[in-house]
Nanobody
Framework: QVQLVESGGGLVQAGDSLRLSCAASGRTFSNLSMGWFRQAPGKEREFVGAIIRGDDSTFYTDSVKGRFTISRDNAKNTVYLQMNSLKPEDTAVYYC???????????????????WGRGTQVTVSS
């Protein structure tokens, strides 16, 4: 089992930055690929980005490329989502997720992630 706890959400203005954190416990963190997803009211859960175990390669959805950055600190069992130049359309509940398998190497499919946090709200005002 893996427990994930997100933090760092809040209310910001358009153009501001936020850094979300996701603390993991219960399993060797370095063996997990981590993903960030978000869900806005009335919409399906959306892939934001992922960081792959071992080589720390990162992948992002097009709408956040150049603005969001995922990183991890294996010593702290934590993955981060640095969000810059925030837009009102970034408003959502943000979730981190963990995937212990290495196959597939990379996936945007939430069903492939085994463990989820409870989410943290990010609200961007215009």
């Amino acid at each position: 089992q893996v427990q994930l706890v997100e933090s760092g959400g809040g209310l910001v203005q358009a153009g501001d930055s936020l850094r979300l954190s996701c603390a993991a416990s219960g399993r060797t963190f370095s063996n997990l690929s981590m993903g960030w997803f978000r869900q806005a009211p009335g919409k399906e859960r959306e892939f934001v980005g992922a960081i792959i175990r071992g080589d720390d390669s990162t992948f992002y959805t097009d709408s956040v490329k150049g603005r969001f950055t995922i990183s991890r600190d294996n010593a702290k069992n934590t993955v981060y989502l640095q969000m810059n130049s925030l837009k009102p359309e970034d408003t959502a509940v943000y979730y981190c997720a963990a995937r212990p398998r290495s196959d597939p190497y990379y996936t945007r499919d939430p069903l492939k992630y085994n463990y989820w946090g409870r989410g943290t709200q990010v609200t961007v005002s215009s």
